[in-house]
Structure formats: structure tokens, C-alpha cells
């Protein structure tokens, strides 16, 4: 059995603590790996060589490490049929989709190529008779990102890269269910000329979760994954004093207007509920059509759309969406859909009693769609995480856009229509931190910040874009005065520039 180990000081090291995870093929629902999970003193003993390597690499010109970004693009560019290839066996999401991951992280380690840029500070000439002031952003020292399973190379890079690039060094904690991607960035990292400790990987659970949470020399926490564990690790990494910014879950509505195209609706509808098998963040799992003939129409275009949809193995080229990610998943989700049978909504496609010929073990479901669910059912309150669409009928354009407000998450939303006015109105009155107009997963661009609001998103500051260089960098201002004039007479006032 294959056994993934942990990546500290600029190499893999097995790990010691004499406890693994599985890791699965999904598709065939076979262990292909055992990932360790580490110890508190392995993760302190990574902290500690981080925090070694840390001053060296923060004194390096910023232009050089932006140079390490570069090679790093590069690298990503030349392995990406392997990246592909191997995220896709963990997680189960199709090879193209996988590349798909692999672009949206290197995209931000793009992004971080112009850091230096962003870390320029400001100068005030002449602040006061001889005085200058000036500020300058400064690394934190050794920071963390916690991610989850859905997106193992995308959001590792959200976090790791532009830290870096501003002159951390990284410990980052994967998911155990899928960690070979990320063990494999850091070498690319190595090879794009990082210096050993700068990123380090450590495979583990909550054990490992809570030691960067509590650990002194950790300045900064970067979260991603479900909403009770992003409030447990913002609270508990504040509580020791730690910045932090944690992502969590999500229940993102599309709005489709009655002058809205049907077919390009029900398209969007489709990929985006049930692309990667509803395993995103951003997947629109709330279908909310305006009016009952709206309803009628969107239904009459979706239900063979969903019934076409080709399951298949992660590997084939032809697949819609493949396996869910375990078995543990694989059985919450078709829970979720006997919960919405049994709550009174209409189950018009069922997937539950898809199986894969020949791969009966793999933890496969066809695509679900519900019709006639309304907001106090569990199955539209809570995130299924599944390739299972909702459609909440709404009966006028106020109703529909009351329910993305009272919903407790708030990550994503998107409204079909061809009415500007109504549009502009929607985007500007929404309480979602990330909106589309015809556009159903509104992923914003690297140079740009993602980020949701409500209990899908806690802190300040949002992921990548500008905000990334500020949550990685603290601010030093400095004013200054020559040659002299400061040791003639003490001052007891508050200076002022006036
Ligand atoms: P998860 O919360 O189970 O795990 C996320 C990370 O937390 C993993 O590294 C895991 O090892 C760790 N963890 C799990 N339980 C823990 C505990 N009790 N204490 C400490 N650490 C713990 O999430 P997941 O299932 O891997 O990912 C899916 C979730 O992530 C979904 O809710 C999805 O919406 C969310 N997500 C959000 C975004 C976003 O940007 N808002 C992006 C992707 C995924």
C-alpha cells in the first residue's frame, strides 16, 4: 500500500505517529493510499524549521521571489496532464474539470508574480518642517492555510502563493482525502527554487488543525471548507491572537426571470448544479424561477437535460461528472434526497439507484432534481453538497430575491434575465458576496477577491486580489526627521502637522 507522508524542510518524510486516513479511488471505491496523519510534535517540528527558514527568505528581494512564482506557472504548465490525472483519481471530479482546479490556483500564483508591486507601501514627502512619512508592508513570518477536499489544488495555491510571494514561509494542512496534489505542488515549489522550509505540508486531522490553531509562532490562519468548523478554527485561532479568514459552506440560488432565455438558463442550471458533482462551493443548488409559468417552462427544458446527464469514471472523457468523493459522502447526500421525499418535495429525477457497471463500489449517484421545495425544508436550509438541484418556485420577482437574503449562507448568487433595470436592482440589493448576471458560477478572477458573506464567510478580508496581499502583510509606518532637532528640547505635546 501506497503511503503519503508529510513535506518539511524541503522533502518528504513519512510520518511517525503510527496513524493513517484512507485515501480512495472513488471510482472504484478502492484504498489507493494511506495518508499519515501527523502528531503535535510533528507539526511543531515543521513550525520550528518555518520559522527558521522564514527572515532569510523575507529579506530576498521581492523581485526574486516573484521569479520563484514564475518558474513555478511554468512547472504547473509542464505537469499538468499528471496533476490532472492524479487529482482527479483522489477526488473523483473528471480530468478536464481537474484542470480546471489546477488553472484557477495558477492563475493566482500568476497573480502573485506581481506582489512586489502591490507591497509598494505609500510615502508622504514633507509631512512636517524636515519630516517624511512613509509605510511599508512587511510579512507576518510563518502563516497557515487549512483546506478542504473539493478543490485540492486550487485553493491551496489561493493560499500558499501570495503568502509566500510576500515573504512568509507556509505550513499547509490539507485535506486527508485527497493530499497527493498538494504533496506535489511543494515539490514543484522546490523546483521553481524555493528554499528548503518556506512551504511545508502537513497531512493531518484535528490534531494537526488545532496545533497550528494554538501554536505561538503561527501569525495567520487561512480557512476553507464547512461553516461550523471555518467559525470553530476562526474563533479559536483569534482567541490566540492569530489573524484569521475561514470560508465555509454555501447554498447558492440561481433567479431565473420570465423574460429570461430558457434554454441558456436551463444549461447553466445544469453545469453548474451538477458539474463536479455538486462538490462546490460555488454550485448553484437553489433554481429559483419567478412565476408559475416561468416554473412550468424551466421544468419542461431541465427534466431531460438532468436525465441525459452521463455519469462515468473519473477517467472518461466523455463523463458529465463522476464519483462523490467517499462513500461517508456518497450516503449523506442520498439521505439528504430520502429527507426531501419525505418533507413533501416533488422528486421528479431521482439518482439514487445509479450504479457504474462494473464498478459497483464506486461511490456513484445520478443527478436529482426537486421541484415544489420550499424554505423550511432541511433540504433547502442545509448544504447537500451533492449532484442534487432544488427548484423553489417563486410566485414574483420580491419573493425571489427575499430567499438568497434570509438564507444563512451567503457565498454565491446569479440571476438570469434580460432586463437590465431588474439586473441592476438585483446586484445592488443582494446580500451575497459574489453575484452573477447571466453568469451561474461567479468566480471572480485571481486579480479580483472571492469571498462570501454570512456563515459562508468569517473575517475581513476575502481570498486573493489585493485583499490576499493585505491579510498576508502587516503594515509598518515610519515618520522621520534629518538631521536634527529632536534631542534640543523635549516634546510633551502630541505631534501635530498642522
Ligand atoms: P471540512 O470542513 O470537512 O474540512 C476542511 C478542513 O478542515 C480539512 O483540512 C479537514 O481536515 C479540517 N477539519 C475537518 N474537521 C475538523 C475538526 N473537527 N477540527 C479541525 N479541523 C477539521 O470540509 P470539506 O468537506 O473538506 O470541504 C467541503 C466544504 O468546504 C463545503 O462546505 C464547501 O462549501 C466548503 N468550501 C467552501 C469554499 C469557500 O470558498 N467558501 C470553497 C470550497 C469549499
Not at 520550528?48 to 511554468?74: S, Y
Not at 487549512?146 to 499547509?172: E, R, S, V
Request: some cysteine; hydrophobic content about 40%; glycine content about 10%.
Amino acid at each position: 500500500m501506497r503511503t503519503i507522508g508529510h513535506f518539511i524542510g524541503g522533502k518528504t518524510v513519512d510520518g511517525g505517529s503510527g496513524r493513517t486516513a484512507p485515501v480512495y479511488n472513488p471510482s472504484t471505491g478502492e484504498v489507493q493510499a494511506e495518508v499519515a496523519l501527523a502528531t503535535k510534535a510533528e507539526v511543531e517540528a515543521a513550525i520550528a524549521n518555518a520559522a527558521e527558514a522564514q527572515p532569510a527568505w523575507a529579506a530576498t528581494n521581492p523581485q526574486r521571489r516573484a521569479r520563484v512564482m514564475m518558474k513555478f506557472v511554468d512547472l504547473l504548465n509542464q505537469n499538468m496532464d499528471e496533476l490532472a490525472n492524479l487529482l482527479s483519481s483522489e477526488h473523483g471530479k473528471t480530468v478536464p474539470d481537474a484542470k480546471g482546479d489546477i488553472q484557477r490556483g495558477l492563475e493566482v500564483a500568476e497573480f502573485a508574480i506581481g506582489v512586489p508591486h502591490l507591497m509598494k507601501g505609500e510615502f508622504t514627502d514633507g509631512a512636517g518642517p524636515g519630516i517624511d512619512m512613509y509605510s511599508m508592508r512587511q510579512a507576518l513570518g510563518v502563516v497557515a492555510g487549512i483546506t478542504p477536499f473539493n478543490f485540492p489544488a486550487m485553493i491551496p495555491m489561493w493560499k500558499f502563493a501570495p503568502a509566500i510571494a510576500c515573504g512568509n514561509a507556509f505550513i499547509l494542512k490539507p485535506s486527508e482525502r485527497d493530499p497527493s496534489v498538494p504533496m506535489r505542488l511543494a515539490e514543484l515549489m522546490m523546483e521553481a527554487g524555493l528554499p528548503a522550509g518556506i512551504l511545508n505540508v502537513v497531512n493531518g486531522d484535528k490534531e494537526a488543525v488545532d496545533t497550528v490553531l494554538t501554536d505561538r509562532r503561527i501569525q495567520a490562519v487561512g480557512f476553507v471548507g464547512s461553516s461550523d468548523i471555518a467559525q470553530y478554527v476562526y474563533a479559536t485561532a483569534a482567541a490566540h491572537g492569530k489573524r484569521a479568514q475561514c470560508f465555509g459552506g454555501a447554498k447558492n440560488h440561481m433567479i431565473v426571470m420570465p423574460d429570461a432565455d430558457m434554454e441558456q438558463a436551463a444549461n447553466a442550471l445544469i453545469g453548474a448544479g451538477y458539474g463536479s458533482a455538486g462538490e462546490r462551493c460555488m454550485a448553484v443548488s437553489v433554481a429559483v424561477p419567478v412565476g408559475e409559468a416561468t416554473a412550468d417552462k424551466l421544468m419542461e427544458t431541465l427534466v431531460p437535460k438532468v436525465q441525459a446527464l452521463k455519469v462515468g469514471l473519473s477517467s472518461d472523457p466523455d463523463a458529465d461528472f463522476g464519483p462523490l468523493v467517499t462513500k461517508a459522502a456518497l450516503d449523506k447526500v442520498k439521505a439528504y434526497v430520502d429527507t426531501g421525499v419525505q418533507e413533501g418535495a416533488e422528486l421528479v429525477v431521482d439518482g439514487r439507484d445509479f450504479t457504474m457497471q462494473g464498478y459497483e463500489n464506486g461511490f456513484f449517484m445520478g443527478g436529482c432534481l426537486f421541484d415544489r421545495v420550499t424554505s423550511d425544508m432541511r433540504i433547502y436550509k442545509e448544504e447537500i453538497f451533492g449532484p442534487v438541484l432544488s427548484v423553489v418556485r417563486a410566485k414574483d420577482y420580491e419573493d425571489a430575491v427575499r430567499l438568497p437574503n434570509d438564507h444563512e449562507y451567503g457565498n454565491g448568487v446569479a440571476i438570469f434575465t434580460r432586463d437590465g433595470d431588474a439586473a441592476r436592482d438585483f446586484t445592488s440589493r443582494i446580500n451575497v458576496g459574489m453575484v452573477g448576471v447571466n453568469v451561474p458560477i461567479p468566480v471572480p478572477l485571481a486579480y479580483h477577491t472571492f469571498g462570501g458573506w454570512k456563515r459562508s464567510g468569517f473575517g475581513d478580508m476575502n481570498q486573493h486580489g489585493p485583499d490576499s496581499v493585505r491579510f498576508y502583510t502587516k503594515t509598518k509606518t515610519v515618520t522621520s526627521r534629518w538631521p536634527s532637532g529632536i534631542k534640543d528640547n523635549a516634546e510633551f505635546v502630541i505631534p501635530t502637522m498642522g
